[in-house]
């Protein structure tokens, strides 16, 4: 039901390397007209007969989620955007902010959707750390998920071999320093209720994403070291307790993620989780075309996932080696 998958995905022929991918992807990649979205939890919930999870680390105007709503949205599925706290620019209320191993927050969103629509299928899908964090909570939830498969994109698998990766000195160059000082400012921008649990100035002179983690994320949510925090965040090792069918999208040449930690042995004795691996693709790019502006090769693999997933429930189920819930 995903023929897409056994294409040769090849990229723009004068955007060939992962880290050109990732950087040119955001630009060329623009958002799609009349895609838009309300604030408060209460009505953005408000979804159909079937619902769609989309998990991501930032705000929800990035194109890629905006496509993969268009994806959704034209098969007749509706959407849920769930972000992190304090990504949308807000000032925080509590001195709580978000992790790729704090599944909290998602149970949270997932039980808030399932209560309001029971009987709709929710497929998760998610982007990045977005990703980190759906597969944490598969693995941890296992049938009690709530959800009925899960797709990912881009997953950092090893947060410690993704931070050595970033922090190569071209990679830290091209993307650790950027990131680093987005997540500095959003720290900066809740000062006030942060101080009561960190060391703001300290967290605020962090040079690269792993200095932000040992200074702040480690300490909010009670890690004894950042070494600590990157295994508990790594969702590999918890790919053997998940219980629903899951494809996973990385590229090779993923500055991200690099290759070396790809969990091509487990996945290969699971038959819920398909890893599909491309040699080009960078991180959340996979341009093709000479003009890559159309639909992408992401949004074609998630489209017919998706479709897969709500029209073929039980062949992708039995394939997965999932058994069926008997029917009242």
């Known amino acids: 039901h995903c023929p897409v998958v056994a294409e040769c995905f090849s990229p723009t022929p004068w955007c060939w390397g992962g880290r050109l991918q990732t950087l040119v992807q955001p630009p060329l990649n623009v958002p799609l007209a009349g ?3 309300t604030h408060p939890m209460k009505h953005v919930f408000k979804v159909g007969a079937f619902s769609l999870l989309s998990l991501r680390p930032s705000v929800t105007k990035q194109s890629y989620v905006l ?31 978000y992790c790729a191993a704090n599944t909290s927050d998602l149970e949270l969103v997932v039980r808030h959707v399932k209560g309001l629509f029971p009987k709709a299928p929710v497929l998760g899908a998610g982007v990045s750390m977005g990703g980190m964090l759906l597969l944490n909570y598969l693995g941890r939830k296992r049938t009690e998920s709530g959800l009925v ?3 990912t ?33 959003a720290v900066a921008r809740s000062r006030k209720v942060l101080e009561t649990v960190v060391d703001v100035d300290y967290v605020l002179k962090a040079k690269t994403i792993r200095e932000f983690d040992e200074r702040f994320t480690t300490l909010l949510f009670g890690y004894e070291s950042c070494t600590d925090y990157y295994r508990d965040a790594s969702p590999d090792k918890r790919l053997p307790n998940t219980a629903v069918p899951i494809l996973c999208l990385n590229a090779a040449d993923d500055p991200f993620s690099p290759q070396n930690a790809f969990p091509l042995t487990i996945v290969q004795g699971l ?7 491309t040699a080009h693709g960078g991180h959340i790019a996979f341009l093709q075309g000479l ?9 074609r693999v998630f489209g017919q996932f ?17 058994k ?5």
């Open 291 to 299: 003009f890559p502006r159309s639909e992408n090769y992401v949004e």
């Open 35 to 37: 895609l838009g979205h």
């Open 324 to 328: 069926e819930e008997p029917t009242s």
């Open 149 to 151: 498969a899960g797709f």
């Open 67 to 97: 496509h993969a709503i268009n994806q959704a949205t034209r098969r007749g599925y509706r959407c849920v955007v769930f972000n992190n706290r304090g990504v949308k620019g807000e000032e925080l209320l509590t001195p709580i902010t």
């Open 153 to 185: 994109i881009s997953v950092p698998w090893d947060a410690q071999k993704s931070s050595d990766s970033m922090e190569e000195p071209l990679n830290w160059l091209l993307f650790n320093k950027h990131l680093t000082t987005n997540l500095c400012r």
């Open 271 to 277: 038959p819920n989780v398909a890893l599909l691996v």
């Open 306 to 322: 998706v479709q897969a997933v709500f029209e073929h429930p039980r062949d992708i189920n039995k394939a997965c080696g999932i």
